[in-house]
């Protein structure tokens, strides 16, 4: 296993004063409904399996009630598991004993909250280092650790305030702050960017892009909102009443959806700011000269860059700058627009 890969194994969770008397009939196919009607009791997870890149961000996503918090909640522990397994570097968190827990709540994970968590009797800096306080590291250190997080987050000049002399956006860039001072290898972001306006949501996507860059952490990043995990989702997990529906590529998700259920999830998705130009590129044709773009570059930006160029068509090149394909704007264009359903067809027909 790579470093810093998270494997969820098996994961199941029933909830209410004796689940795991439960577990064998669940496994067996006893229903969600069945199991709260006949024996009071609420399934939370079913048989989750799902591996989670070391330095990549997975987003886990679904409506209210999917479990995709109770999953996260998993990874720290914080949420006993009633069956099933959470390996970290191929270690079972489910297994730690309290010390080794402890310690690796400390230093291995950090978590980022979607009311922010901020305690309102401490400034900016104070809340910053928060977390290195527990870990007992003297204040002149962790200042300095704390000031440099502040203004990488955007918030120079503001140590001193309070989360009450705060706008929201800035509460949040304040968690995140907090989170990555820790220095975890593993970044917890449970609905961290629900409670912000969309302007503000949109700008905090592009700073913990921006820093993934460069720090690479193991993001697990829950959302109920899909533009949201395509765009920030190096791989997606889609769940509902407590099940993993499909799991894969933004692009994976949106060209082959599992079912009607994620159908009706990417029905109205910007395929051209999903899509990426070696999807649907051609061979190369001979002639390997003109306008080239990256074959990660998705259709909305290629097609811009292509009509600012007054080119009709690009090749494509792989990540060493070599030639693999080549697509032109009408290729372009018709794999942005969605594809009909069979409900659009039968009305076209009507």
Known sequence: MASHDIEIRNLYKIFGPDGSAFIDQVKAGMSKAELNETHGHVLGLKDINIQMPGGGITVVMGLSGSGKSTLIRHI????EPTSGEVLYDGVDVCRMNPTELREFRRHKTAMVFQKFALLPHRTVLENTVYGLDIQGIPRSKSEDIGRRWIDRVGLSGFEGHYPNQLSGGMQQRVGLARALSNDA?????????????????????????????????????ITHD???????????????????????????????????????????????????????????????EGLSLPGATVLEAAARIMTDA?????????????????????????????????????????
């Open 76 to 79: 720290n522990r914080l949420i």
């Open 226 to 288: 899909l533009d949201e995990a395509l765009r920030l989702g190096d791989k997606i997990a889609i769940l509902r009443d407590g099940e993993v529906i499909q799991q894969g590529s933004g692009q994976e998700i949106v060209l082959q959806p599992a079912d009607d259920y994620i159908s009706a999830f990417v029905k109205e998705v910007n395929r051209g700011r999903v899509i990426r130009l070696d999807t649907i590129m051609g061979p190369v044709s001979g002639q390997s």
């Open 310 to 350: 007054h080119q009709s068509s690009v090749l494509v090149t792989d990540d060493a700058g070599a030639p693999i394909g080549r697509v032109d704007l009408q290729q372009i264009i018709a794999a942005m627009v969605k594809p009909k359903s069979h409900e659009d067809t039968q009305m076209a027909a009507a």
């Open 185 to 221: 290898d593993i970044l917890l972001m449970d609905e961290a960017y629900s409670a912000l306006d969309p302007l503000i949501r949109v700008d905090m996507q592009t700073v913990l892009l921006d820093l993934q860059q460069e720090l690479k952490k193991t993001v697990v990043f």
